[in-house]
């Protein structure tokens, strides 16, 4: 379509570069608002979310290399596709979830809420970015005779990423978009529903693997990878992983519509927590600043002992009311 927004003589503005930069952009803008009514230090935030940034920008690509060793073994000089190509999007969410565990652990941020904070911001960034893919010519579809299917005319689109020119295509990089955008809004709905921490990331994960894993048969493209040649891509693998995952995580019984969420108690750690062991986040009402327990905690145990006092000085009064 329109690969190079603007060309300069020799030097362009490619145009993937460009909405990628604005979906991360508008990613870290959602994740500091939500931070923000939250209560969180924003600073924190918006550095946990440069970290991130550049541990998914290299992991897509790292993941890619992976997918297409033996090809680029074979032919060192494709890796320059690598540094033009977004890379593949399970690779950067990977490095991105890894490299945010250990910086929320070092800093004890509440790591599940975070969590729930950033997987809308993740969709509504990769329904921007899919554009960039369109744009460019990547992650485009199969052939097809459909009313839906799009055409690529640019030489550079075929020269860069190997986009067939001239054949209608499915437009999977819209599929993909809009898909990212559904899941974007179901996310916005559970945030302000969810009933523990951790609730909305790991209902991310399972719908985006499920979906993800049905628009892979519509792709056309090689370059991402087949665990079992044209039939099980490398993306439809770990979404496989993702999805089990996420329904171990997910409770077998949430609760029935109106009824009001319940939250833990900052002293009862979740059950994952004894699942994992020392690989489990530290529960996110728990965290320390300083080593001191935080203001809410200390007022929360306060109000404790309070109550206790009069339960035990005021047995009477307590009958009475009863009576």
Same mark, same amino acid.
């Given at each position: 379509?329109?690969?190079?927004?603007?060309?300069?003589?020799?030097? !362009?503005?490619?145009? !993937?570069?460009?909405?990628?930069?604005?979906? !991360?952009?508008?990613?870290?803008?959602?994740?500091?608002?939500?931070?923000?009514?939250?209560?969180?230090?924003?600073?924190?935030?918006?550095?946990?979310?440069?970290?991130?940034?550049?541990?998914?920008?290299?992991?897509?690509?790292?993941?890619? /290399?992976?997918?297409?060793?033996?090809?680029?073994?074979?032919?060192?000089?494709?890796?320059?596709?690598?540094?033009?190509?977004?890379?593949?999007?399970?690779?950067?969410?990977?490095?991105?979830?890894? /490299?945010?565990?250990?910086?929320?652990?070092?800093?004890?941020?509440?790591?599940?809420?975070?969590?729930?904070?950033?997987?809308?911001?993740?969709?509504?960034?990769?329904?921007?970015?899919?554009?960039?893919?369109?744009?460019?010519?990547?992650?485009?579809?199969?052939?097809?005779?459909?009313?839906?299917?799009?055409?690529?005319?640019?030489?550079?689109?075929?020269?860069?990423?190997?986009?067939?020119?001239?054949?209608?295509?499915?437009?999977?990089?819209?599929?993909?978009?809009?898909?990212?955008?559904?899941?974007?809004?179901?996310?916005?709905?559970?945030?302000?529903?969810?009933?523990?921490?951790?609730?909305?990331?790991?209902?991310?994960?399972?719908?985006?693997?499920?979906?993800?894993?049905?628009?892979?048969?519509?792709?056309?493209?090689?370059?991402?990878?087949?665990?079992?040649?044209?039939?099980?891509?490398?993306?439809?693998?770990?979404?496989?992983?993702?999805?089990?995952?996420?329904?171990?995580?997910?409770?077998?019984?949430?609760?029935?519509?109106?009824?009001?969420?319940?939250?833990?108690?900052?002293?009862?750690?979740?059950?994952?927590?004894?699942?994992?062991?020392?690989?489990?986040?530290?529960?996110?009402?728990?965290?320390?600043?300083?080593?001191?327990?935080?203001?809410? /905690?200390?007022?929360?145990?306060?109000?404790?002992?309070?109550?206790?006092?009069?339960?035990?000085?005021?047995?009477?009064?307590?009958?009475?009311?009863?009576?």
């Amino acid at each position: 379509m329109f690969p190079r927004l603007i060309q300069i003589g020799s030097f !362009y503005l490619p145009t !993937y570069g460009v909405l990628l930069a604005i979906a !991360y952009l508008v990613g870290i803008w959602m994740l500091r608002r939500k931070a923000r009514a939250e209560g969180l230090p924003e600073q924190k935030i918006f550095d946990l979310s440069l970290y991130v940034l550049a541990a998914a920008i290299l992991g897509a690509k790292l993941l890619l /290399v992976i997918v297409e060793f033996r090809r680029y073994v074979q032919n060192p000089a494709a890796l320059v596709e690598v540094l033009r190509s977004g890379g593949v999007f399970y690779g950067g969410l990977i490095a991105a979830s890894s /490299v945010g565990i250990w910086y929320m652990r070092k800093h004890r941020l509440p790591a599940w809420k975070i969590a729930d904070m950033g997987a809308p911001s993740i969709a509504l960034g990769e329904a921007i970015g899919r554009w960039g893919c369109f744009a460019a010519g990547c992650c485009y579809g199969k052939p097809t005779e459909s009313p839906l299917g799009v055409t690529f005319t640019d030489p550079f689109a075929n020269e860069a990423v190997g986009t067939p020119l001239n054949v209608p295509l499915h437009p999977t990089q819209i599929f993909l978009s809009l898909n990212a955008l559904l899941i974007f809004l179901v996310l916005q709905w559970a945030y302000r529903r969810r009933t523990f921490d951790g609730e909305v990331f790991w209902l991310y994960v399972l719908l985006y693997a499920i979906t993800r894993g049905i628009l892979e048969t519509f792709r056309g493209d090689s370059i991402r990878g087949f665990l079992v040649p044209g039939v099980l891509s490398t993306s439809q693998f770990i979404g496989l992983l993702a999805a089990a995952a996420a329904v171990g995580m997910l409770p077998l019984d949430p609760p029935l519509p109106g009824r009001r969420p319940v939250r833990r108690h900052p002293a009862r750690p979740l059950r994952r927590r004894r699942l994992l062991g020392p690989l489990a986040l530290p529960h996110p009402e728990a965290h320390r600043r300083g080593g001191r327990p935080t203001r809410g /905690v200390a007022l929360e145990a306060r109000a404790r002992r309070s109550r206790g006092r009069r339960g035990r000085g005021g047995g009477a009064r307590a009958a009475h009311r009863l009576d």
